[in-house]
Structure formats: structure tokens, C-alpha cells
């Protein structure tokens, strides 16, 4: 009787699903351009309920090349995805959740000049600046070498003080 109420629930569940497949809170993918200034196109990914599709993957396809994406990143907390086109024609951005939902939209930069004038120039110059956690394992490293330093040289002493007498 116990096992008969454990199986109840799951199965009344399921054959439930399986009468009602549209109040199984599925639901799909909305993709919109909202692009703001001019060169910079953001999308926002979102589902169809209006939640945003935090977090997604993004991968930007580019004219010239339909099949090899010229950029992968993620989108942020609130959907939202903004890439800067180097060339005019229709750009590809897919997003995907990881959990099955996927969206796409078509993004079309008019001309060559919208796209090239969206980059702007930037210092190039490399940087000598270490990244932080590089700097700190080098700083724990530099100071791990001194005291083992001092502690075997303070070893050898006394050990070379023993063997004089």
C-alpha cells in the first residue's frame, strides 16, 4: 500500500503531461534587435514568458563567412548581446541556453562605412602590467624561496656546530 502512493504521484503526473502537452510550461525563444548607437547592434535574448536568457551563448556569424563564427562570448544577465560588425551585409547571431532552447536573429549593417567607423582607434602599445594573479603567486613564491632560504642556512649552522666537537 506505501508503494502504491510513492508511484501514484508520478504517475498521475505524467499521464496528466500527457493529456495537457500545452500546460507543461514549455516555452520558446524571442530575439530582438534593439540597437543603440550607431556601429554598436545589441540584441536581447529572451523567452517567450519574457524572462531573460541569462548568460547564453552567443555565437556572431559574420557575411563573409555564414559557417565560421567570428566571435563566441556570452550573453549578460538580462540577455542582452553587443558586438561591433567590420563588414556591411547580414550578420547571424545564434544564442543557446544550454538546456535546449536556442534563438536566432539576422542583423543587417547597410554599408561599409556604418562598419568601419564603429571601430575606433586604440592605443596598441603591449602593456608591461602583470596580470593580479600571476603577481600574487609570484609575490608567494619570492617569499616562500627567502624563508627556506634562512631556514637551511640556519640548518647548516647549527648542524656544522655538532660536528666540531
Same mark, same amino acid.
Given at each position: 500500500m @506505501?508503494? =502504491? +502512493? /510513492? =508511484?501514484a504521484v508520478p504517475v498521475l503526473a505524467s499521464i496528466l503531461f500527457l493529456i495537457f502537452p500545452g500546460t507543461a510550461f514549455a516555452h520558446g525563444v524571442e530575439v +530582438?534587435? /534593439?540597437? #543603440?548607437q550607431a556601429g554598436v547592434h545589441t540584441v536581447r535574448f529572451s523567452?517567450?514568458?519574457g524572462t531573460s536568457m541569462l548568460f547564453a551563448k552567443v555565437r556572431v556569424f559574420p557575411p563573409s563567412s555564414p559557417d565560421a563564427p567570428a566571435q563566441e562570448s556570452i550573453a549578460d544577465r538580462d540577455g542582452y548581446f553587443s558586438f561591433i560588425p567590420f563588414e %556591411?551585409?547580414?550578420?547571424?547571431? %545564434? !544564442?543557446?541556453?544550454?538546456? #535546449?532552447?536556442? #534563438?536566432?536573429?539576422?542583423v543587417t549593417v547597410d554599408d561599409a562605412a556604418e562598419a568601419e567607423t564603429a571601430l575606433p582607434a586604440q592605443n596598441t602599445a603591449p602593456s608591461n602590467k602583470l596580470p @593580479? !594573479?600571476?603577481a600574487i603567486v609570484l609575490g608567494l613564491s619570492l617569499l616562500a624561496n627567502i624563508f627556506a632560504l634562512w631556514y637551511f642556512a640556519g640548518l647548516r649552522k647549527k648542524g656544522s #656546530? @655538532?660536528?666540531a666537537h
Open positions: @506505501k508503494y =502504491l +502512493s /510513492v =508511484l +530582438s534587435d /534593439v540597437t #543603440g523567452y517567450t514568458d %556591411a551585409g547580414d550578420w547571424r547571431l %545564434a !544564442a543557446e541556453d544550454g538546456m #535546449g532552447h536556442r #534563438g536566432e536573429i539576422i @593580479k !594573479a600571476i #656546530g @655538532k660536528n
